[in-house]
Each structure stands twice: as structure tokens, then as C-alpha cells.
């Protein structure tokens, strides 16, 4: 329904996993190995800071206007999985790091 | 025919490749993976232009691997069935052969036998591999007591020793399983050697426990009453 659609939008931030081939990781390797793909998803509404709420005010007020600034914490991996090993289509063996997420969270 | 498989298209490959799956059951196992890439990123990590690999350490981490994970992943990477080249040497590759078991010399098998007597657990292990992978002409299977799961698991329990095991080609048709030594040199133990050798390159219960595991045929070949 509709309004089951509209709450899975907004799922707070939280580990999602998907099963992809190494190939479609988009790395450069040429392997039909499957690998657990883990990732960050989901909103930071509820994380919101003073820090936020600040910097949203002096941008308001343009005491901030040329910089970059993110105003809204980001819902990031916190900690990475461990390293992840596939043998090519060549034969070859690599090990990749940092490839999946281990811990989510509103930063 | 030849031709289709040198092309190696994974498209075509991929439907049969039992090794491929159960690389995939072992990626999606946490624990599993974990120690894969422990032993692969140990025995692939190059230390200089003269030492491609430390096979000690290298050994050490696929003894892990084979001991601290279930033999229903460690199993079907190492005996999984091969219809086609690709898949037979992803099979060969399982233990990284290029730093686990290829040498630079061939020893001769009675040395390399020596040596791993010097080591109580090697000396202990291929003790069990001579018990449970002896072939019998009194079972149906080659095996003592039928028992293929014995067998199997005291291949595997060589792996990481001087002894390592490994296919000694990528043939789908013919699986030849040998350590890496001859028996060149063996002087007036000649025979000897040989027979020590042929329990790995021609040993029917060896074959029939690898070959029964790959098609799924090894349940219930020994009944119990």
C-alpha cells in the first residue's frame, strides 16, 4: 500500500546487505564470484544536532555563504567488513578492503 | 568443442560451476569468508622479486582455514564436480598452488615423507590419511568401511603440511591427485617411494571419495544397522 511505501522510504539509517557478482562492483575485476555487498541505508532525521541546527541558522543568517557545508548528518558505514578475497576470470587471486559496511550510523 | 571452452564465456560456464557455488557459499558465510581471504591474501602477498609468497605463513593460514571451518564449505571447495576446464582449474587454485604447493625443485617423496615425520602433527596426519584412504578391495567403495567421509577429511587434513596435496592438472575427465615430489632419485627405495606416491596418484578409494562428494552420491552408501 501506499502509505507502506511512504515508511519504507523513511527507514532510519540501518546495514542493508545485497548478493552481487564481483563484476558488478564496478572495481575493475572480471569475476563471476558472488560476494555480500553491505551497505548504509536509510534517514537521520531523528540525529539531527545542535551543530545542525546551528549551522543551518548562521547560513540563514549568510554569516556562512561561499563554503560547502552539510547541514543534515548522513547516514555512513561506521565501521568497514573485512577484507573479501575472489579468484578472477583469469585466475588470479585478489583480496579487496574496506569493500563492504559493518556498522551503520548519523554522522 | 575445444574452442567453446578456451573462450572461457562465464555466461555459458557459470550454470554447471560447482566450484563457483561454493565459492559463493563460502563469501556469504561471515566465518567462512573471513578465513578464505585470510589464506588468500596471505598466499598471494608478494615479498620480493625473489620470494613470490611466504609459504610458511601461507601454510599456517590454510591449516586455519581447513580447521576452524566446516567441512560442508571446505568440502565443496576442494572436491566440488567439473564439467568444463574453467571449473577444474578454479578447483585446482582452492589452495593457492602457486605458493602452497609448487616449488621451485621437485624433492624426491621420501624426503619430502621425512620431513613431515619430523613434525607430529604432519606425522600424525598422514598417519590418518594412510588409515582411512587405504584402498581395500574388500568394500564395494575401495574404502575402509565404505567410510568416504574419513578419507576425505584426512585429505584435507594435509593441506598446509609439507605433504600438501593438490590436483596436479585442470582435466575434468581424469582427477589426479599428487604432493609435490617424484621419485627420481630414490636410488635402492625406489619401490618404496613409488608406493608411497601411488596412494595419491593411484588410489581408487581417494578417486571414487572425491568423485562420489562432487555428484552428490556419497549419502547413505554405508548403511548402519
Same mark, same amino acid.
Given at each position: ?41 536509510? $534517514? ?64 | ?8 564465456? @562465464?555466461?555459458? $560456464? ?58 560442508? +564449505? ?31 625443485? $621437485? ?21 590418518? +590419511? ?42 575434468? $575427465? ?48 554405508? @548403511?548402519?544397522?
Amino acid at each position: 500500500s501506499r502509505r507502506k511505501r511512504a515508511r519504507a522510504r523513511h527507514k532510519p539509517c540501518e546495514l542493508r546487505e545485497l548478493e552481487v557478482s564481483v563484476s558488478e562492483l564496478g572495481l575493475g575485476y572480471e569475476s563471476d564470484e558472488t560476494v555480500l555487498f553491505r551497505y548504509c541505508s536509510g $534517514t537521520c532525521e531523528a540525529a539531527v544536532r545542535s551543530y545542525d541546527l546551528s549551522l543551518k541558522s548562521m547560513r540563514s543568517r549568510r554569516k556562512i555563504r561561499k563554503e560547502k557545508i552539510r547541514a543534515r548528518p548522513c547516514c555512513r558505514p561506521l565501521a568497514y567488513d573485512d577484507d573479501v578475497s575472489f579468484l578472477d576470470a583469469y585466475n588470479r587471486y585478489y583480496t579487496v578492503n574496506e569493500l563492504s559496511a559493518k556498522e551503520c550510523g548519523c554522522v | 568443442l575445444a574452442s567453446i571452452f578456451s573462450g572461457m564465456d @562465464p555466461a555459458t $560456464t557459470s550454470k554447471s560451476n560447482h566450484c563457483l557455488d561454493a565459492a559463493k557459499a563460502c563469501n556469504l558465510n561471515d566465518n567462512c569468508k573471513r578465513l578464505r581471504s585470510g589464506y588468500i591474501s596471505t598466499c598471494s602477498r608478494e615479498l620480493s622479486a625473489t620470494e613470490p609468497c611466504s609459504r610458511r605463513k601461507c601454510h599456517k593460514a590454510l591449516r586455519q582455514f581447513f580447521d576452524r571451518v566446516p567441512g560442508e +564449505f571446505t568440502f565443496r571447495l576442494l572436491f566440488c564436480s567439473c564439467k568444463d576446464p574453467a571449473c577444474a582449474e578454479r578447483r585446482r587454485q582452492t589452495i593457492v598452488p602457486s605458493c602452497s604447493y609448487e616449488d621451485k625443485d $621437485t624433492p624426491n617423496c621420501l624426503d619430502l615423507r621425512g620431513a613431515c615425520r619430523a613434525d607430529h602433527l604432519c606425522r600424525s596426519r598422514l598417519a590418518d +590419511f594412510h588409515t582411512n584412504c587405504q584402498a581395500t578391495f574388500q568394500s564395494l567403495t575401495s574404502c575402509p568401511g565404505d567410510n568416504f567421509q574419513a578419507c576425505l577429511g584426512s585429505y584435507a587434513g594435509l593441506i598446509g603440511f609439507d605433504i600438501t596435496p593438490n590436483y596436479v592438472d585442470a582435466s575434468t $575427465t581424469s582427477i589426479t591427485i599428487s604432493p609435490w615430489c617424484s621419485c627420481k632419485g630414490s636410488g635402492n627405495m625406489e619401490e618404496e617411494c613409488e608406493k608411497f606416491l601411488r596412494d595419491f596418484t593411484e588410489n581408487p578409494c581417494l578417486r571414487n571419495a572425491i568423485q562420489a562428494f562432487g555428484n552428490g552420491t556419497d549419502v547413505n552408501l554405508a @548403511p548402519k544397522n
